[in-house]
């Protein structure tokens, strides 16, 4: 009886934590920011709760579409990859809009990549965006957040 219990649990331990992944890749309010010509659907992280499962168990994103993280106040920021299946780019950004610096992460690592002064948001974008799009330190963004 006890095996059988413990299988019971361990099926519904495992289907939560199913639900949950599926839960977290929820989609975000979303604000268009533009970088020159490209517009970028931006998905806002502001809460600690958004802001810790950011695009974690996503396995696509559209290629113009990415997530802004919005912090309270000026500070180093950093991230890594734990859980996030998507190879992608993040650009520390000032109050301004202007981009501080950039950096490639790789998914499902947990490398710390951080701005280099401090700052109160990032944009995540599929890996190589930027450098596609010929944007780098010191492009500045403009939309709601940065006006």
């Known amino acids: 009886m006890t095996c059988i219990k413990a299988l019971a649990f361990a099926a519904l331990t495992l289907l939560a934590s199913v639900a949950s992944a ?3 890749a929820q989609q975000l309010r979303s604000i268009p920011l ?11 992280a502001q809460t600690d709760r958004e802001r810790a499962i950011g695009l974690m168990h996503r396995k696509t994103m559209p290629t113009n579409n990415g997530m802004l993280f919005v912090f309270e106040d000026a500070q180093p920021q ?3 990859m734990r859980n996030t299946l998507l190879p992608l780019s993040i650009a520390f950004i000032a ?10 992460m790789k998914p499902l690592d947990e490398t710390s990549h951080c701005s280099t002064k401090p ?3 990032a944009l995540e ?4 965006w930027f450098a596609k799009k010929g944007i780098k330190a010191g ?5 709601q957040p940065f006006n």
Request: a negative charge; charged letters at 20%; one cysteine or more.
């Open 22 to 24: 599926q839960d977290s």
């Open 34 to 44: 533009t970088a020159g010509m490209h517009v970028i659907q931006a998905e806002v």
């Open 78 to 80: 950093c991230f890594w």
């Open 95 to 104: 109050d301004d809009g202007s981009i501080v610096n950039i950096a490639d």
């Open 119 to 121: 700052v109160r948001f």
């Open 125 to 128: 974008m599929n890996q190589g």
């Open 139 to 143: 492009t500045k963004l403009k939309g």
